[in-house]
């Protein structure tokens, strides 16, 4: 028997211990539904009558024999070939056989069987003999079946379940785990299954800290959740949420601890960034209120200048117009008197003087448009108003659009700020051009009220005048109505309107003492109403004649210093005052005329523009002045000059101001005031 014979021996009769066992085990449970012997040279297979109806054979076949591929046929056909080359195996080596496989039985179905035989060899190796039993193993393959499907069960489960999973026994080790303790651990299961945190946790101190805190709950015997912060494999500071929970016995022993984690990184990032922007909200608010006035601001003096820019054309016509009044009288005057004729002069000059208060009204007008003076209100005949603005009306709202003027009222005198109800007017003209596209018909009419205050608790009761605008336009609807007086509500496209024109129309009918409201639906067109109080008196009129001079002589040696950096009306006033015998001084710029103030020269008055060059501005340079000359009168002669900051009203040293271009009656009378009061 040569080496590999006998090794083949010793393994044989090893196997054949076991399997007897096994077969013995068998009987003893009735689990053998069958036995068969192979007679493999004349391929010729006997079997008993359990293993005729395990195949589903006839019994007489099994007993007298048949061959093995008649036997074959009751195995299940993808079984068949696993079978097959089980059987090749056996063959090849000799020795025990085992093989699980399904048979039809005599009902049809097929069942589970462990075929276990023993093959013989001859002399020269080769198998002769294959005797066998069969054991019936359907419930043990139901049994491991249900075991398989309950098992990729909690695989699925497990994986499918957030965060990590696992188990640890009594000294904290790892018994099971789920994928995600796997990544968070950042080592394959066999490292660290069966170990505790601390060997195989690279942080040692954090890992102490897991296991004391499982230590705990072990001791305590109840759930706890804590959240704690865990390096991952790549060095990146991570957060965990934890659930757990003593792991207890049918018996209800505390056998281990079961947890589970979610990783709060984000969510603790998400806290920390409110907590920062909650500790930032009063700054961020303070800044965000800042850049909206600053936007506001903006908007508002773009809308300031977009409507100079529409009165620029009108403005411009009617100024060229009165220069050509005032220069072509100015030609004809010069022309009588090269003639010797003096008949015409005095005309000449009323309509020069007329002309050249006509523009004087027309900068008031403007500046009071760009709120760049002080307004107050005065008596003022509201019908002359609206007639004395209509052209400027036409030009401003266009060609396309027929403005219609209807002056109904019989109370028609105000106390307003004229200069302010312009501005409304045109406010509201302009808003019903745009809402008209351009092109329509706008009307303005006047009309007597009687507000009864009880009905109408806004607004006291009395005679009112009503101003009211008329457009044809798209109008309003509710929502748009009940919003019509918010500041910076706007229906315009952006950087059309600021939406402020409506509410400053508001506010000064408001603190006139009167109301405002509107008329309008979708497609028919709005109706502005300003209503206010009508006042009894004359209103103030404005003369273009010229009225004639006051009859003044100054007292001997009285001196007056001019400062001005315009020569013409430098010369207007000191040939003025040198004609009533008054002693003139005059001065170019500020440091000339603070040189002089200075100086022990007399100065019964000083006259002074406001805006001078030299480096001080009038207002500066009488303050200097008043160190040395502090009871000395000022008269202040300004084409445009605003409070200074934080003032409310100037001159604050008891002088006066007038404004360019004055006649000399207003000279004179302002002179009197100061000088001889």
């Given at each position: 028997m040569n080496q590999r014979t006998a090794g083949v021996a010793a393994s044989g009769q090893d196997d054949a211990a076991l399997t007897a066992e096994r077969l013995q085990l068998a009987l003893d449970a009735g689990a053998i539904i069958g036995a068969w012997v192979w007679d493999i040279p004349n391929d010729r297979v006997t079997a008993d009558e359990r293993f005729s109806h395990s195949f589903g054979l006839p019994l007489a076949r099994c007993l007298t024999g048949m061959p093995l591929a008649e036997a074959f046929a009751s195995i299940y056909p993808d079984d068949r070939e696993r079978v097959a080359q089980a059987i090749q195996a056996a063959m090849a080596l000799g020795g025990p056989f085992r093989c699980e496989y399904r048979v039809r039985q005599d009902d049809g179905c097929y069942r589970w069987v462990e075929a276990n035989g023993r093959v013989e060899l001859d002399e020269q190796g080769v198998a002769v003999r294959f005797p066998g039993v069969l054991m019936n193993?359907?419930?043990?393959?139901?049994?491991?079946?249900?075991?398989?499907?309950?098992?990729?069960?909690?695989?699925?489960?497990?994986?499918?379940?957030?965060?990590?999973?696992?188990?640890?026994?009594?000294?904290?080790?790892?018994?099971?785990?789920?994928?995600?303790?796997?990544?968070?651990?950042?080592?394959?299961?066999?490292?660290?299954?069966?170990?505790?945190?601390?060997?195989?946790?690279?942080?040692?101190?954090?890992?102490?800290?897991?296991?004391?805190?499982?230590?705990?709950?072990?001791?305590?015997?109840?759930?706890v959740q804590v959240e704690e912060r865990v390096d991952m494999p790549d060095g990146s500071a991570t957060y965990w949420l934890s659930v757990k929970a003593p792991l207890l016995s049918d018996?209800?022993?505390?056998?281990?601890?079961?947890?589970?984690?979610?990783?709060?990184?984000?969510?603790?990032?998400?806290?920390?960034?409110?907590?920062?922007?909650?500790?930032?909200?009063?700054?961020?608010?303070?800044?965000?209120?800042?850049?909206?006035?600053e936007a506001e601001a903006a908007l508002h003096q773009a809308q300031k200048m977009e409507a100079v820019g529409q009165l620029t054309g009108g403005i411009a016509h009617d100024f060229n117009n009165l220069l050509a009044g005032i220069s072509g009288s100015l030609d004809l005057i010069r022309s009588r008197l090269a003639q010797g004729r003096l008949e015409d002069v005095e005309r000449y000059m009323t309509v020069a003087y007329g002309a050249t208060r006509k523009a004087a009204a027309l900068t008031h007008r403007l500046l009071a448009f760009a709120r760049r003076q002080t307004l107050v209100p005065v008596q003022t005949d509201v019908h002359a108003l609206i007639d004395g603005m209509a052209e400027l009306v036409r030009r401003t709202v266009g060609p396309c659009v027929k403005l219609e003027v209807q002056l109904s009222a019989s109370l028609h005198t105000c106390l307003v700020d004229p200069a302010q109800l312009e501005n409304a007017l045109l406010n509201?003209?302009?808003?019903?051009?745009?809402?008209?596209?351009?092109?329509?018909?706008?009307?303005?009419?006047?009309?007597?009220?009687?507000?009864?205050?009880?009905?109408?608790?806004?607004?006291?009761?009395?005679?009112?005048?009503?101003?009211?605008?008329?457009?044809?336009?798209i109008g309003m609807d509710a929502a748009t109505l009940s919003r019509a007086f918010e500041p910076?509500?706007?229906?315009?496209?952006?950087?059309?309107?600021?939406?402020?024109?409506?509410?400053?129309?508001?506010?000064?009918?408001?603190?006139?003492?009167?109301?405002?409201?509107?008329?309008?639906?979708?497609?028919?067109?709005?109706?502005?109403?300003?209503?206010?109080?009508?006042?009894?008196?004359?209103?103030?009129?404005?003369?273009?004649?010229?009225?004639?001079?006051?009859?003044?002589?100054?007292?001997?040696?009285?001196?007056?210093?001019?400062?001005?950096?315009e020569a013409s009306v430098r010369l207007y006033v000191s040939e003025t005052l040198s004609g009533m015998g008054y002693v003139v001084i005059e001065a170019a710029d500020s440091l000339a005329g603070l040189q002089l103030l200075r100086s022990d020269t007399r100065i019964d008055l000083l006259i002074t523009d406001v805006g001078l060059p030299g480096g001080l501005d009038g207002r500066k340079m009488v303050d200097v002045a008043r160190g040395t000359r502090p009871r000395l009168p000022v008269l202040f002669i300004t084409g445009y000059a605003p409070p200074a900051p934080g003032q409310q009203s100037w001159p604050a040293h008891g002088g006066?101001?007038?404004?360019?271009?004055?006649?000399?009656?207003?000279?004179?009378?302002?002179?009197?005031?100061?000088?001889?009061?």
């Open positions: 193993i359907e419930s043990r393959r139901k049994a491991q079946a249900e075991r398989d499907r309950m098992s990729a069960l909690l695989r699925t489960f497990t994986a499918a379940v957030p965060g990590v999973v696992y188990a640890k026994d009594l000294n904290g080790r790892m018994l099971v785990a789920n994928h995600g303790a796997t990544q968070l651990i950042g080592k394959p299961p066999e490292f660290y299954l069966g170990k505790t945190d601390l060997e195989f946790l690279e942080d040692k101190d954090q890992a102490r800290q897991v296991m004391e805190t499982d230590q705990r709950v072990m001791a305590g015997g109840t759930a018996e209800g022993e505390v056998i281990g601890l079961v947890g589970s984690s979610i990783d709060v990184t984000a969510r603790r990032q998400v806290e920390e960034q409110l907590l920062e922007l909650n500790r930032t909200l009063e700054a961020r608010i303070a800044q965000a209120v800042a850049e909206r006035e509201l003209c302009i808003n019903a051009r745009d809402a008209m596209d351009g092109n329509g018909r706008i009307c303005i009419q006047t009309a007597d009220q009687r507000i009864d205050g009880d009905a109408d608790p806004e607004i006291a009761s009395g005679d009112y005048l009503s101003i009211c605008v008329t457009d044809e336009g910076f509500f706007t229906t315009k496209p952006l950087g059309a309107g600021t939406g402020l024109g409506l509410s400053m129309v508001y506010g000064f009918a408001r603190q006139t003492g009167g109301h405002v409201h509107i008329d309008s639906a979708p497609g028919q067109g709005t109706r502005v109403f300003v209503q206010l109080p009508s006042h009894g008196g004359p209103a103030r009129v404005v003369s273009d004649s010229v009225t004639p001079i006051v009859s003044h002589q100054a007292r001997p040696g009285e001196t007056v210093l001019v400062v001005d950096d006066m101001v007038l404004s360019k271009p004055f006649d000399q009656q207003t000279l004179v009378k302002a002179l009197i005031t100061l000088m001889h009061p």
